[in-house]
């Protein structure tokens, strides 16, 4: 564990070209052969960061579904909370939101599967009678996935935000309009 912490904050604050394992055994106390036990090389820690994070953000985002229950007069709190689910992992998770959607060698075809993730709640969220059918769910899942990594970048990791605050902003902008 604490070589995963010290690889996370090393690969964050460095990026992965500048990281070397030398820095990641000084900063977690150990020494080189103690991080060789565990892992090949600096790659096999990386990947290993990059897909924890990922799954957990699969996981995570399935579990935000709307179930068919949701009453209509409840949908703009319950997708909002939701919303403030999902920015609250980014947050608790900083430093691996920067490696696994930012650093990692794949983060623009991992985009793509967070996309099409959302486009399949969207579509199961529509056909329940959440959102008028007329839309394309492929393109609000892009635009939805767009409004969210760029609030990551520029309030949430930056603190300019609260979870809380973006959600409502998102999730009125969505439902609401201008």
């Not at 912490?5 to 106390?29: L, M, N, Q």
């Not at 600096?42 to 990947?47: E, G, L, M, N, P």
């Not at 760029?150 to 998102?170: G, Q």
């Given at each position: 564990?604490?070589?995963?912490?010290?690889?996370?904050?090393?690969?964050?604050?460095?990026?992965?070209?500048?990281?070397?394992?030398?820095?990641?055994?000084?900063?977690?106390?150990?020494?080189?052969?103690?991080?060789?036990?565990?892992?090949?090389?600096?790659?096999?820690?990386?990947?290993?960061?990059?897909?924890?994070?990922?799954?957990?953000?699969?996981?995570?985002?399935?579990?935000?579904?709307?179930?068919?229950?949701?009453?209509?007069?409840?949908?703009?709190?319950?997708?909002?909370?939701?919303?403030?689910?999902l920015f609250d992992f980014f947050a608790e998770n900083?430093?691996?939101?920067?490696?696994?959607?930012?650093?990692?060698?794949?983060?623009?075809?991992?985009?793509?599967?967070?996309?099409?993730?959302?486009?399949?709640?969207?579509?199961?969220?529509?056909?329940?009678?959440?959102?008028?059918?007329?839309?394309?769910?492929?393109?609000?899942?892009?635009?939805?996935?767009?409004?969210?990594?760029?609030?990551?970048?520029?309030?949430?990791?930056?603190?300019?935000?609260?979870?809380?605050?973006?959600?409502?902003?998102?999730?009125?902008?969505i439902m609401k309009g201008l």
């Amino acid at each position: 564990m604490r070589i995963k912490e010290a690889a996370i904050h090393e690969f964050a604050s460095r990026g992965f070209y500048s990281t070397k394992v030398s820095d990641i055994v000084s900063r977690s106390k150990l020494t080189q052969p103690a991080f060789y036990i565990y892992f090949s090389n600096k790659d096999a820690i990386f990947d290993e960061l990059v897909n924890d994070f990922r799954l957990k953000l699969n996981e995570l985002i399935g579990s935000l579904r709307l179930s068919s229950e949701v009453k209509k007069e409840d949908l703009t709190l319950t997708l909002t909370k939701s919303i403030e689910i999902l920015f609250d992992f980014f947050a608790e998770n900083e430093n691996l939101t920067r490696i696994g959607l930012i650093l990692a060698h794949d983060a623009e075809q991992y985009k793509e599967k967070i996309i099409e993730l959302l486009a399949v709640n969207l579509k199961y969220e529509q056909k329940a009678g959440y959102f008028r059918s007329n839309l394309s769910m492929d393109i609000i899942a892009v635009c939805i996935y767009g409004m969210i990594e760029n609030l990551i970048i520029s309030h949430l990791l930056t603190k300019k935000s609260t979870s809380k605050m973006l959600a409502n902003e998102v999730v009125s902008l969505i439902m609401k309009g201008l």
